[in-house]
């Protein structure tokens, strides 16, 4: 790909969020917060393999 229609696809996905988080502020929010918690739980069951794995 080359360098100029990386930073055009760089930019319209920045513009696409920027709209996004000014017109549906609390979707955008609520999407953030599911993302962190699956985030999380995957963080989580990772540590519970390993104890297992280790005890």
């Not at 917060?33 to 739980?41: A, F, I, T």
């Amino acid at each position: 790909m080359s360098g100029g229609v990386k930073k055009i696809l760089i930019v319209g996905v920045v513009a696409l969020v920027l709209f996004l988080l000014i017109t549906q502020p609390q979707q955008s929010a609520d999407f953030v917060h599911r993302v962190l918690g699956w985030l999380k739980d995957g963080a989580e069951a990772i540590v519970t393999f390993f104890r297992a794995l280790f005890s």
